[in-house]
Nanobody, 126 residues
């Protein structure tokens, strides 16, 4: 069992930046692909970004490409989502998710995951 803990959400103004963190309790992300999703009120959960199990490849939703960056620390204990140039439409609960194995990113991009975090609220005011 992998427990994911997100942090870093908050209330910011349009144009500001935030960095979200996702830590795996009691273990590392070695052999896991990790992704970020978000869900706004009244909308379905959507894929935001993912990083491959090796850390060598990243993927982004078109809506955040060029503004958000997913990365992980060298020890593979924490995955980050750096969010720049935030817009009001980025307001949502952001969830971290993980999938075991080399093909994990494919599952994440399809909205599937083995493990989910509890979510952290990001609110962007205009």
């Amino acid at each position: 069992q992998v427990q994911l803990v997100e942090s870093g959400g908050g209330l910011v103004q349009a144009g500001d930046s935030l960095r979200l963190s996702c830590a795996a309790s009691g273990r590392t992300f070695s052999s896991y692909a990790v992704g970020w999703f978000r869900q706004a009120p009244g909308k379905e959960r959507e894929f935001v970004a993912a990083i491959s199990w090796s850390g060598g490849t990243t993927y982004y939703a078109d809506s955040v490409k060029g503004r958000f960056t997913i990365s992980e620390d060298n020890a593979k204990t924490t995955v980050y989502l750096q969010m720049n140039s935030l817009k009001p439409e980025d307001t949502a609960v952001y969830y971290c998710a993980a999938v075991f194995g080399r093909n994990g990113v494919s599952y994440l991009r399809g909205g599937e995951a083995d493990y989910w975090g509890q979510g952290t609220q990001v609110t962007v005011s205009s």
